[in-house]
């Protein structure tokens, strides 16, 4: 559309290009935001700062803080100073990133600067935090780190102009149990703010409960909330379902879903998707798939995470045939089913002798060019001919043993064997194309029918399956028939 708008000869106003200079920060496009930003230079139009802030936090978002500084440079070299949303979106990326410590220092320069935080900030903060506790503290260390000089250089440009005394604070917390205490010690900072009662803080602060495994208190924050006159809509439900999930309550999940009419609030597409989730991953499939189908019928779809979660636990269950329509749902939907699901659910068709099953399972997801996975960005054929190879060799050493224990008869001359491992005689692996989609998968089940893995990675050149080797070899002596 802004290209059409720019062929037809019409100029684009600032409003127009703060817009887009927005959306393209906000689906991870930095560089044609700023090539965007540049140009509305160019065009004589002195960026304000809702502009800037747009630009910077994109930059932020994608690590690209460096680009952030000289462009937050230039903004106060323009004169404009950050505000209250200035702040909130690097405190919102950072908080996103897992780099805690910062965003905490970014809010006690805010305050010491005498910037007021208003609600979308105590929202953005308490969420932050509390989405932060489940966490891994190894992996948050990295991350923590991340920003390194760069997060630095911002923080000390922010800090030159608010004129405050040198020593801010240093936050170090090291555990999930001094995450959820800081969490727990913001919310009730929070409770006594002149914003309250506000729906969406009240929603921000059960969700800080349930993430801080405090599921009473959070319903006891439901009352209050309802004895002051706000009414939870279908985003507290989700909190309180998805409480319930973490710790395996489906049944109490369940209960809240039906108790939504009674407080008047309709289900939507986020509280089936993580009601779903919850029974997919307590085993209770045949519910999970009958919300499933209540949902299509209420004009929803579930999401792709729902998705997966639904054919993880079909396969792990060895249900094949709902484990196949599931993955042609997701197909479906123009969604494409994980490599592990996916390899997962083909391995385990061809297991069951089902492979013209798994054959038009993988050609539905080839026309649909669903297919995609790091077997094109290697040497697949070298990969393909190890499965096929071995396939065929298994078959030929199973039918020489059948041989040999029947009548005692000579093994299989030396040509047919030949015959059968160049691929020309394959009746009993019609289905050997479906294969292809399985090498990873194969790796675990050709270990142990020939005593090493397939995958590329773990071979040694020396060793690999040639059609120029002998058929019978010391690595395949070891196969289990």
């Known amino acids: 559309m802004f290209m059409k708008m720019l062929e037809g000869g019409v100029d684009p ?3 127009f290009y703060v817009t887009m200079i927005n959306t393209y920060s906000r689906n991870g496009q930095p560089i044609e935001a700023h090539q965007l930003f540049d140009k509305m230079i160019e065009q004589g139009m002195r960026p304000n700062s809702h502009a800037y802030t747009a630009l910077i936090s994109g930059l932020v978002k994608k690590n690209m803080i460096g680009k952030g500084c000289l462009y937050l440079d230039r903004m106060l070299e323009d004169g404009l100073m950050p505000n209250t949303v200035f702040y909130t979106s690097l405190i919102n990326q950072f908080l996103r990133k897992k780099e805690i410590g910062f965003a905490l220092r970014l809010v006690d320069l805010m305050e010491k600067s005498q910037i007021d935080c208003d609600v979308v900030t105590h929202i953005t903060l308490v969420s932050g935090v509390c989405k932060n506790i489940t966490w891994n503290k190894d992996r948050w260390y990295g991350a923590h780190r991340k920003s390194g000089k760069a997060g630095e250089m911002l923080f000390h440009l922010l800090h030159r102009k608010a004129l405050v005394p040198q020593n801010d604070i240093q936050i170090s917390i090291s555990s999930h149990e001094k995450l959820k205490f800081f969490a727990l010690k913001l919310i009730q900072k929070i409770k006594y703010t002149t914003f309250m009662p506000n729906l969406y803080l009240y929603n921000c602060i059960i969700s800080g409960l349930c993430w801080s495994d405090r599921m009473q208190d959070a319903y006891d924050h439901l009352d209050l909330m309802e004895r002051e006159g706000v009414r939870p809509n279908e985003v507290t439900f989700t909190i309180l379902i998805g409480g319930h999930n973490r710790f395996g309550e489906s049944d109490r999940a369940i209960g809240l879903f039906n108790e939504m009419n009674a407080h008047g609030c309709v289900p939507d597409k986020n509280v089936y998707d993580t009601l779903i989730k919850g029974l997919g991953k307590t085993g209770r ?14 004009g929803f779809s579930p999401s792709k995470a729902s998705y997966e979660i639904l054919l993880s636990a079909l396969c ?5 045939i709902l484990a196949t329509r599931i993955c042609k749902d997701i197909l479906a939907h123009n969604f494409a089913p994980c490599r592990y699901n996916r390899n997962w659910l083909l391995c385990m068709l061809c297991k069951e002798n089902k492979l013209n099953e798994a054959y038009m399972l993988h050609d539905i997801m080839l026309q649909r060019g669903k297919f995609v996975d790091e077997i094109t960005e290697r040497d697949s054929f070298s990969v393909v001919l190890d499965i096929i190879y071995t396939c065929h060799v298994t078959a030929v050493l199973k039918l020489w043993v059948t041989e040999q224990r029947s009548d005692q008869r000579s093994p299989i001359p030396k040509e047919e064997i030949e015959m059968q491992k160049r691929g020309e005689v394959v009746h009993a692996w019609s289905g050997v194309r479906c294969l292809v989609a399985l090498a990873t998968p194969l790796n675990a089940t050709m270990t142990h029918l020939v005593g ?3 995958g590329k990675k773990h071979r040694d050149p020396d060793e690999q399956f040639r059609v120029s080797e002998p058929l019978v ?3 395949l002596v070891s196969v289990d028939l």
């Open 13 to 15: 106003d600032h409003i």
């Open 285 to 298: 499939l045949l519910d999970a798939l009958s919300l499933a189908h209540l949902m299509h019928k209420r």
């Open 316 to 320: 792990a269950s060895q249900l094949s």
């Open 452 to 454: 090493k893995p397939i």
């Open 473 to 475: 070899s010391s690595t």
